[in-house]
């Protein structure tokens, strides 16, 4: 499906994006892997380049810094075919108690879950446009940017302006040859920021109370990246919500 085509994953030092990165491969994509975790980058390409034989560039560099941007689209077109993808796994969970909240820390936040993931997507989609390519993009938010849960103020309030900035974004790239924008909106999945919540204990209840039948596991995030990679995807501006089922039903006892 993606032989001939690269994608570049932000954040693919996390926890959550192994599983991604692997389904990209395995459907022929070659990779820009781009973190700040340089190890961990660099044995992830060692295992894509052992496992699917695929071309793959490590970027180490932090969102926020605008000179990572270029870095990614110049790994991205060093590499055989073209740019096609770009998935965005940044986040900060932003696990502050409510007397810990402040302007400052909220607005650093916002910069991580929001602004500069929004900024380095219109960097990309000016990018292809300007050398006249479609794509697809998808950036990840989470539930609790859909739905309203207790004390999640700091990690919501970017994630919620995530979810609007990509629909603006997915208009102002609509036009042919478009790039697709979409969000997958996690969550409680047994890897990256939930994991630590899992082990707390913290959403063991809904299990137990038959509100959502497992955790989610990264494979059903790789198979929403993957889906939402499509090269003939019917659809933009959009949110796939990946619970169980958990903000439909969460208040069943």
């Keep these: 499906m993606l032989e001939g085509l690269v994608v570049a994953m932000l954040g693919a030092s996390g926890g959550l994006a192994e599983a991604s990165l692997h389904a990209l491969a395995e459907q022929g994509a070659h990779l820009v892997l781009m973190g700040r975790r340089q190890g961990v980058l660099e044995e992830r390409a060692r295992q894509v380049r052992a496992r699917w034989d695929r071309a793959v560039q490590v970027v180490v560099g932090d969102i926020q810094d605008e000179e990572t941007w270029g870095r990614l689209w110049a790994a991205m077109v060093s590499l055989p075919g073209r ?9 900060d969970p932003g696990r502050l108690s409510p007397d810990q909240w402040s302007v400052p ?5 916002f910069a991580v879950n929001a602004a500069a993931p929004l900024l380095a997507l219109r960097d990309w989609g000016h990018r292809m446009k300007a050398a006249g390519y479609g794509g697809n993009a998808v950036l990840f938010a989470s539930m609790q940017a859909v739905h309203p849960i207790e004390d999640s103020l700091p990690y919501a309030l970017g994630k919620a ?9 997915a208009k102002e790239f609509g036009t042919p040859p478009p790039v697709r924008v979409n969000v997958i909106a996690p969550g409680v999945t047994e890897a990256g920021m939930a994991l630590a ?44 919500l990946l619970d169980g089922g958990l903000t439909l039903r969460r208040d069943l006892r």
């Design 83 to 91: 740019p096609f993808g770009w998935v965005c796994l940044v986040g």
């Design 105 to 109: 820390k909220l607005a650093q936040l």
């Design 161 to 169: 302006a995530l979810v609007y900035g990509a629909r603006i974004l």
């Design 197 to 240: 919540s899992i082990v707390r204990g913290k959403y063991r209840p809904y299990v137990e109370r038959g509100v959502i039948p497992r955790y989610g596991r990264p494979e059903d995030v790789a198979r929403a990246v993957v889906f939402l990679m499509t090269p003939d995807l019917y659809m933009t501006g959009q949110v796939l």
